[in-house]
């Protein structure tokens, strides 16, 4: 019986994918890409992912800020989603968010404002690619990231409660905007 309880390896991962490679490189007509914005905790990062990938993302993007996805706590919570899932970091931030919009991506900022429309609102642009933004955790998305946004959404709550933690709204999010016929 071998014990693996200590056991430690090192390899040397590659940069991550360009984001121009992320955008040229997806495989399906219509695409959804999750965006995180300066998400300080590793284990929101890794449910993220976890998230995005079973719930049929095809990529994730970061901004520089964001807790590193290879962090050991990350990678357990996304059961290694992130050593899955393509990601990469986008420079600059948040200008270069137009780098998707070029590709044919509605940008979506996740946000609590009066000017949002619901997330069943945007689950019925069915034929368009989208790429879902998330902010960090307490203060949202950055007046800067929310000025790049195409369109605010917002999930429709119950009375009293306003909002829910960045890995809670990620998985509602990504459930509602689906690829109904790639999901399984």
């Given at each position: ?7 430690c ?5 590659d ?41 049929g ?14 962090y ?5 919570v ?66 800067r ?18 909002s ?21």
């Open positions: 019986m071998v014990d693996h309880t200590n056991v390896s090192m390899y040397e991962i940069q991550t994918a360009r984001t121009s490679d992320l955008l040229i490189n997806r495989k399906p007509p219509l695409s959804r890409i999750a965006v995180f914005e300066d998400l300080v905790d590793h284990a929101n990062v890794g449910a993220g992912f976890r998230n995005a990938a079973a719930l993302i095809d990529a994730v993007v970061l901004s520089p800020r964001c807790a590193d996805p290879l050991r706590r990350a990678i357990k996304s059961m290694g989603a992130t050593l899955q899932l393509p990601w990469t970091r986008l420079e600059p931030w948040p200008r270069g968010l137009q780098q998707l919009r070029d590709a044919g991506y509605l940008i979506a900022g996740m946000a609590l404002s009066d000017d949002a429309i619901t997330l069943d609102e945007l689950s019925n642009t069915v034929e368009q690619n989208i790429a879902i933004m998330f902010g960090t955790e307490g203060h949202g998305l950055t007046r990231a929310l000025a790049e946004c195409d369109v605010l959404v917002r999930i429709p709550m119950q009375t009293g409660i306003d829910l933690n960045v890995a809670a709204a990620s998985a509602v999010a990504f459930y509602a905007t689906r690829i109904v016929s790639r999901s399984v």
